[in-house]
């Protein structure tokens, strides 16, 4: 999980703006790139404040291919944290980290846990 800085969140959400990389050309305006998972897949902030995620091998993005996470953007902090510790933790308190913060969230994760 890649948060990025003011500098590179403005030259992705440029990039995201290119009605060519818009299934359909449909852009809407209701979202903001904020982090990357390190291969190409995007993180997501709604103007509702809920994060989501974005795999590229879906190919052109479209809001119907954006995958809810969790509501907000303190949630997927603490996200990182857990995961960032999680070398050191079996699969199950991940899990289990991760329901505390929001139930439903070990399924709802884009990446396998273990």
Known sequence: MIFFGEARAR??????????YW???ERPDAWWIFGESGQGDHWLLHTDSQVYFFDHEQGQRSA???AFVVESLPQWLEIANVLESSDRSSDRIVRDALERISPG??????FALA
């Open 11 to 20: 030259r992705e959400n440029l990039e995201f703006d290119d009605a060519d």
């Open 23 to 25: 299934l359909r050309g």
């Open 64 to 66: 119907a291919r954006f």
């Open 105 to 110: 969230l070990a399924d709802r994760y884009p």
